[in-house]
């Protein structure tokens, strides 16, 4: 199955490791660090040009792909029911 994670972005959920709410991963340092390492290898997608409310983190093909979504976490975690 797929989910829409905001815009035109879709992703196979068997590719989701997981959906985090952006305001709490911002406070971490090293998950801050963790976002301009992806964002460096251009391994960081912005679904829109909205501010940012989750961090969707996926692997595609054994690489790790963080999208930007300006959908709550939880609206994209209740779509499909996921729990995380």
């Given at each position: 199955m797929?989910?829409?994670?905001?815009?035109d972005f879709v992703l196979n959920e068997q590719d989701i490791i997981g959906v985090f709410d952006f305001?709490?991963?911002s406070e971490s340092p090293s998950t801050?660090?963790?976002l301009k390492l992806l964002e460096a290898d251009d391994r960081l997608i912005p679904v829109s040009d909205e501010i940012p409310k989750s961090f969707v983190l996926a692997v595609k093909d054994g690489?790790?792909?963080g999208y930007l979504s300006p959908l709550a976490s939880r609206t994209i975690q209740n779509r499909k029911g996921l729990m995380f």
């Open positions: 797929y989910l829409h994670i905001g815009n305001d709490h991963i801050m660090e963790y690489v790790e792909i």
